[in-house]
């Protein structure tokens, strides 16, 4: 559940624009790397310095900047006070419990998306924030700072000069970063898609109190991705569209592919979550025949031998003058008499389809 | 449930417009047939050979070049090419986990949509996507390869020159296209509705937890029917209202009544699902029904029978000092006291209308 | 069921524009009627030839032709012919599987819309399809052939130039049949809320599982009367909207009336289903509160009798050695421990509010 | 439920404007009384010949007609020829079936109202319909003819020339009476208010079929009242954004007013429909808590006399070699092994949290 | 429940603008401070009289006038009467049952919130209504009277002069306010997360009645925190648009965040809401789960023990000629019997895995 809401309240009261780390840190020194390129040339450098990445702001070259670690609040002050970029952007960047956004500020764009891994040791969802910053020719991103991301193959991509990032700009730059995000939910789609197949047959061969939990689980789990996806739809829509200026008319289409997928995910978002509900019902349908079943054998038994058990009781009785009891064959026609009542007992539940 | 995801994580982080076929290879060589026609002249091949296909590009005729089974990626790359259709267009149609969608180039327009099949022996829907690129003079489909398709009647028509479609243009083909796959969902709707139907009648006479099974499966094919149907209203809606200038206002009309058939399929689709989820409260209702009346035949046993039972305990006992058990008319006596025991009960329960 | 789909899939594949009739074959003969007016003077006439309806057609007076019976798909090419209807307005016609919707072409406006009639028998409502074609001075209306409809009070009003009508154009003969055929579903609404009254009595003084039955159909009945009516708000609000120049200014505050209506018949139908559903509840409420009765005397039963039978069961043992068997006054002492046992048993149940 | 919907069928088929009372008749004789007024004048009237009022219509001061008691069609028809209302407005005001709405007819605006009353004898919200038709200078109320209203507090106010009310014209007239009709609205759902506060009381306390059915009862009036209430958001918001010229800049502010008033209400009436959808649930979960403690009563009784009634019955067996029987100390030894079972069995179940 | 309504009863049918206190006296003497402050000077005042705030009006310093107690009208009446408020302003300050609004008035806007706190003692949110008047250079708040508010920091801010605060106009002071307001909701969505966490917990380990009606009460909270919180994203929306021109375009962007953050909330608290809607779906579940257990348990113990009684009943019969009796090794192999069926049947429960 506490990965539903963050402490956020340590934030109330406090003027707008304030830097407060709100989150888990997740590593201990930030590292920041830069990427450079334009069609003919390409440098990759690791630095700790953020002063390093000042010179980056005007050069014409695309420049991507990706810092991972948000705790060290004064590197954040410093980049933003060089880019010129307004304080809300800011404290916005280093709360991790954001909602995917999409802000146009005229100079940039400030972009919130949440990356999703799957945790498979504990079968959960993992979100790990990322703030995206297009300007003219930079595009910054800024990572809580989880080990690895969603980017290596792109990094690649760009290293080797494939396709066509090399020669497009920050735009493309920043499509390719949400593309790799949002393709990677496919990911997390198919792990659930397991979960809830496996699931399915879990239920249709028995079900137990641990199913139960299971499909509570994985509810929640949906729940926890749809927080992530759903915003996701107007964020997109709004960059495809084209409110920014920074967009560039032939990037735009490269957007609208993106858009499709985040529709797809939000589609299958839901449909898991119908599945989901349907195999709760499913779920106490079976408990409740279950319990049907159990009642039914003991109101079996308990039909049988009660009046069997009550005649045997009969002839236990101790009264001086029951002349059965004298009879030669009472005894044998007793347990003929039973056996004939324990017949029509089952034959009766038979026609009544209890056995 | 495979069918409702499939495996896109491979595409994760490739750069877009890389070609990847996603989905299962249904045919061993694809095929390629052309249909070429205008009011008075018609040719139809079927070829291995994609370059066949180039030069009806610019033949003012009407060309269907059909394409079924696209594993063999470079036949639509080189097709792609001659054609000058966008990279995403091309991975796009590889890519066979798609919503229906359609997107205008200016160029041409590209549809997606689903075939749907009824696959009887599993009483399951089947898909296979269909891609359609329409241009001035052309309409390029293509398939995933599974063997048949919902053309035939339309080929014929086109063979034999009956009704309007050969006096029209490209766009009435794409038109006819569409509407064949869209008659089909209605067949798709016969046959759940005969499904429904059924399971009414089971519920009725005697609903068992394969009813159950059955209504939960019925539950999970409708997801899987609205999945492919609903996006489709948008789709048909964009191509009525013109939004391309490929569709003359002289077949938009056509559109309308396509656009009226999807409505209404989409419809019944929500018809069913409401007639399905009533049958789930009928159902558990039946089960907490058979659970009282197994609960009343147990309670009215053990209510005359107990007490009967006990009664015979007392006289079984083997005090000296017991005044009854001497009596010369006790056992008869307490026969007829166990006789209007049990009759009190039984009148009592008939009262209480429990039989 | 099958009142909810109709055999369509003989369609599936034919080119638009094909006349299929689709439904029942309701009346042997086809009926048509033809009655004409304008302020001054009348004409009503019963014919078989569809010919004589063709100069209606140019005609300044008002006419309405209505043809009953719509299997013979000749009368309505010939019809079509002349009145230069589009051959997607015939295909419509013939398909009695039609969703209630309006369609302007220019020189007339095509509607469908759902006459109800409530099936005393078996409680059930029954439809058929009307289509209306308005043009400038002529209204056409194509029944299924259904003995009967809800027109009658109208032609005496035309016969006997009482009201407003004789004096109006087309449009309002138009409003006028929509007019009766949406004042008849209030009886169709009457007679529901009759049954939905009937049902909420029986749920409160015994709900049986025939209830359970009679609730689900009425859900049922629901859904196809929901069906019938939800499209039409739609339809009318087009027409009120005055979105065809063939309705005058002056008669589209009648369309608002009938609007108003459709409103009201779409509010109540959800109101009815929300009582429907509610009524569930009471119904699977009640039978949990049966079964905790029936459980609560089996309880009642076995806790009293389990233990007395048990004491009676010891002093049945056969030991040598039992002192209490030799007492003097052990059997009544024994009867009164049982007693005492009885009573505490029956105020605990009482102290527990199960008695 | 009857108070859901009303006779209306036997409007069904006649022209539109005929005037037929739809509704019941509640009271004898309609009382017509007429209050005239400016800032410096005021006259106060009740009158039986609806004549005297036809001099209101032109007269610049503000005049208020009530007319309360519908069944005497031709008062209506007078009044209406007098100040040429459209036949449509008369004939609903005589239905008192009407959905509440606004309708405007530039020379005049036509308002349909519901007043609710609660009747606490049968803890029951009763409705009556008023019509308000509000011109230049006059406002004329139909209401059906209910004893008393909510409009006392107003006359007093006119009377006494108190506040803004005889400074003001006759839209502030029509304004001040719907405020007074939703703010009795309020004290509904104070009553409302208090029986949810109520059965949620009774609910933890100690829930009885009896509760049931007032959760029932109570969602029915929530029905009953969102149908009054929810269609008045509109009608106010179409007063309030000046779609009439009647209605002057300065007093939009008060619809304003009684818009918010308006949503409030709505709001209110869709928190107690949750709540007590919540409590339906909180019922349920406590019949089956109930069901629950029933059965293990039952089976700790049944587990524990069971095995001991076996141990009796073996002893009481009359084989001739048992040699248990003639043991000295058997009969004691029986009955400790007895209490260890049953000792065993109290404790199995405490551990089991069912004790 | 009590906190949902209030009596606004008394209200019905008064003139409006009519100055009436509805809700809780919550503090004796009203106090009334004065925040005055520009870049360079600062002043701090506490006050009795009311008049003392009259210069603030037109001083152009920004002023905030902060009122705590509502129940002395005149202190309202007077101040109204000095700035020119509409009289229904004043009656909605006074009105604490109001829902969050905007109202824009020209000279000044008129903002209804609801400042919520969490009452740790009875596990409940509690609400205080504040009205915020903003004008050229004076922000009026007005509070029901509560002791402390969610102001303190944002007071510490204006006196010491830190932040942009002192630069900015009274636009970014009610801003500030509502900031903090909004800011504070974080806090109750923690302390009702940590519930929900808690629960969830009680539900897995072992859920009782009380876990029910603490989900219960949790989902009335929901309802109380949303009655407060959804209408205030229109509210936001309407201030971040600038309707109002006392809004100045660079304070928009702070009112962008705080509708960020309302957003925020809002999604959080419909997260909740299905997570507790989840959380009884689990509890009826394990309801159901408990019920199987234990009627298990019974049947268990019945099917072995009845049958065996049975036997003990046979040989406890009195009949002269039992020749089983007299065996001599009778005894040991009925025994020998019973313990077979009753292992029989231990197998056979295992075999079904009761077991």
Chains 1, 2, 3, 4, 5 share one sequence.
């Not at 963050?6 to 201990?28: D, F, N, V, W």
């Not at 790990?128 to 969603?150: A, T, Y």
């Not at 792990?191 to 879990?202: A, I, M, N």
Request: aromatic content about 12%.
């Amino acid at each position: 559940m506490s990965k539903l809401t963050k402490k956020r309240s340590q934030k109330a009261g406090l003027p707008p624009g304030t830097l407060i780390h709100i989150g888990e840190k997740k590593r201990e020194v930030p590292k920041i790397t830069i990427l450079d390129y334009d069609e003919t040339q390409f440098q990759e450098r690791e630095t700790k310095s953020i002063e390093e990445c000042f010179p980056f702001k005007e050069k014409p070259t695309v420049s991507w900047i990706n810092v991972e670690g948000l705790h060290q609040i004064e590197i954040l002050e410093r980049l933003g006070g060089c880019y010129g970029f307004h304080p809300l952007v800011l404290e916005d960047i280093l709360n991790t419990d954001q909602r995917p956004k999409m802000e146009e500020y005229g100079e940039y764009v400030y972009i919130v998306l949440k990356m999703l891994y799957y945790d498979d040791k504990n079968s959960q969802i993992e979100a790990e924030q990322i703030s995206l910053i297009l300007g003219q020719n930079f595009v910054l991103s800024f990572q809580e700072g989880k080990e690895g991301d969603v980017f290596n193959l792109l990094r690649e991509r760009i290293r080797g000069g494939k396709g066509r990032i090399r020669k497009m700009g920050a735009d493309y730059l920043a499509y390719s970063l949400i593309d790799a995000i949002v393709d990677h939910y496919f990911i997390i789609l198919e792990r659930l898609g397991e979960r809830v197949e496996f699931l399915e047959e879990e239920l249709v061969a028995e079900p137990t109190t641990k199913t139960m939990r299971e499909i509570h689980g994985l509810k929640r789990e949906m729940i926890f991705l749809r927080k992530a996806v759903w915003p996701l739809r107007e964020v997109i829509s709004g960059l495809e569209r084209g409110e920014s200026s920074l967009i560039q008319e032939n990037t735009r289409i490269y957007f609208r592919d993106v858009y499709d997928h985040t529709i797809q995910v939000i589609d299958n978002t839901e449909i898991f979550r119908e599945m989901v509900s349907g195999m709760l019902d499913v779920y106490l349908s079976s408990v409740s025949n279950r319990l049907n079943t159990v009642m039914k054998v003991l109101t079996i038994i308990a039909t049988i031998f009660m009046p069997l058990t009550f005649l045997a009781g009969i002839y236990g009785m101790n009264f001086k003058y029951m002349p059965e009891l004298e009879w030669r064959w009472g005894y044998p026609l007793v347990w003929l008499i039973m056996m004939a009542i324990g017949i029509f007992m089952v034959l009766y539940f038979r026609k009544k389809k209890w056995l």
